[in-house]
Antibody, heavy 124, light 107 residues
Framework: QVQLQESGPGLVKPSQTLSLICSVSGGSVSTGGHYWSWVRQHPGKGLEWIGDIYYSGSTYYSPSLKSRLSISVDMSKNQFSLKLRSVTAADTAVYYC????????????????WGHGTMVTVSS | DIQMTQSPSSLSASVGDRVTITCRTSQSIRNSLNWFQQRPGKAPKLLISGASTLQSGVPSRFSGRGSGTDFTLTISSLQPEDSATYYCQQSYSTPWTFGQGTKVEIE
């Protein structure tokens, strides 16, 4: 079955770029009908959607993060990645990657598979 | 952005109790509503999609109802392993948004 695994630095300095990779196993990022997503969770808080990417490269970003955000996909490595520029302490969170699957109607999407999450702390 | 309001924010109930969590959206989202369970230190788990479609492997004591702006997640007979935080999430339009969560504790 499809599994996702986040990787990247656990500590990032303020003003630098947060870079994470999500490795996909048991399936392919180029499978049609699936989007690939990033979601974060601030300590003790709720879930916040960051953005989605399709294997074609089409992206959807959260408006609140769009100016600092870049999500890309690497089909040769079967992974997708997140780059968040100019980070501050407010970006300290657990970052999850997830797969988005749509139902037969194509109108209802859901995060059906999640990685375990990786904690990223922004601190000098 | 579509605002999501969950209630209650927390509840405590006994094993065997029937528990209902409500999610209200700021505009109609038809049936584009998902429910997740998150246990401490774990990733969220999809329970229900499309407001009422139970995911494979999810116990049948979980059920979802609703359309438009009002939705419910019901646990028909609460079990100890149901202690978790539950989130609703709309997939009607980006940015996808989540409710603030409902923490369910076992008395």
């Amino acid at each position: 079955q499809v599994q996702l695994q986040e990787s990247g630095p656990g500590l990032v300095k303020p003003s630098q770029t947060l870079s994470l990779i999500c490795s996909v196993s048991g399936g392919s990022v180029s499978t049609g009908g699936h989007y690939w997503s990033w979601v974060r969770q601030h300590p003790g808080k709720g879930l916040e959607w960051i953005g989605d990417i399709y294997y074609s490269g089409s992206t959807y970003y959260s408006p609140s993060l769009k100016s600092r955000l870049s999500i890309s996909v690497d089909m040769s490595k079967n992974q997708f990645s997140l780059k968040l520029r100019s980070v501050t302490a407010a970006d300290t969170a657990v970052y999850y990657c997830a797969r988005v699957v749509y139902d037969a109607s194509g109108s209802n999407g859901a995060f059906d598979i999640w990685g375990h999450g990786t904690m990223v702390t922004v601190s000098s | 952005d579509i605002q999501m309001t969950q209630s209650p924010s927390s509840l405590s109930a006994s094993v065997g109790d029937r528990v209902t969590i409500t999610c209200r959206t700021s505009q109609s989202i038809r049936n584009s509503l998902n429910w997740f369970q998150q246990r401490p230190g774990k990733a969220p788990k999809l329970l229900i999609s499309g407001a009422s479609t139970l995911q494979s492997g999810v116990p049948s004591r979980f059920s979802g109802r609703g359309s438009g702006t009002d939705f419910t997640l019901t646990i028909s007979s609460l079990q100890p392993e149901d202690s978790a935080t539950y989130y609703c999430q709309q997939s009607y339009s980006t940015p996808w948004t989540f409710g603030q969560g409902t923490k369910v504790e076992i008395e």
